[in-house]
């Protein structure tokens, strides 16, 4: 079955730690990948997008994430995390053949001070 | 700009009873809204996807018959759980899309069903 995977479920780190987060998919042909971030009590908010082009993508807050197209990856970055980047973080796919997204199972990031 | 809500942010019925669930795009007119559910600690499952005007398509294994789904305008899209059952109780998360701005969709604060 196709589908989103997303393989650290719950990751703890400390201030200024380095992340990164990983997305693999199995849809075939083109494909449009999303990486969104859910604060506590809040709803889905986008962090960034790839449709096409470079495939090194800067989302807001300092995140990015780079689409491999051989390993079907869309991992997400950051260079150093902070406490206020504590949420949960999913990754989205559109297959291209329609509209819908499909969500991987989420991580949740906890950053401790 | 897109802001999404939802009505209401908290329902609790008891078993059999029908509720009904809002999305409004505030700002913007929505050709495609989404309904999609979410267990705890789980990730969003798709469940239909509605097109103003038209009969809302519903992925596998959703009830349509269930889970009515209604999108009279380019702002608003109702699902209605009809004959809840505790099983039902979920989050609730709806999300809508412009033609024409890519694919991005911009989501609903959601809507937490209690069915007791």
């Known amino acids: 079955a196709q589908s989103v995977s997303q393989h650290n479920h719950h990751v703890i780190l400390s201030e200024a730690a380095s992340l990164e987060l990983g997305c693999n998919y199995s849809y075939g042909g083109t494909v449009n990948l999303f990486w969104y971030v859910q604060y506590p009590g809040q709803h889905l908010q986008l962090l960034l997008k790839y449709f096409s082009g470079d495939p090194l993508v800067k989302g807001i807050k300092g995140f990015e994430a780079e689409f491999i197209k051989s390993k079907f990856s869309f991992n997400l970055r950051k260079p150093s995390v902070q406490w206020s980047d504590t949420a949960e973080y999913f990754c989205a796919v559109n297959p291209g053949t329609g509209n819908q997204f499909y969500f991987g199972t989420g991580t949740s990031l906890t950053v401790i001070p | 700009g897109a802001v999404v809500s939802q009505h209401p942010s908290r329902v609790i019925c008891k078993s059999g009873t029908s509720v009904k669930i809002e999305c409004r795009s505030l700002d913007f007119q929505a050709t495609t809204m989404f309904w999609y559910r979410q267990f705890p600690k789980q990730s969003l499952m798709l469940m239909a996807t509605?097109?103003?005007?038209?009969?809302?398509?519903?992925e596998q294994g959703v009830e349509k018959d269930k889970f009515l789904i209604n999108h009279a305008s380019l702002t608003l899209s109702t699902l209605t759980v009809t004959s809840a059952h505790p099983e039902d109780s979920s989050f609730y998360i709806c999300s809508a899309s412009v033609e024409g701005l890519g694919y991005e969709q911009y989501f609903g604060p959601g809507t937490r069903l209690t069915v007791t």
């Open positions: 509605s097109n103003e005007g038209s009969k809302a398509t519903y």
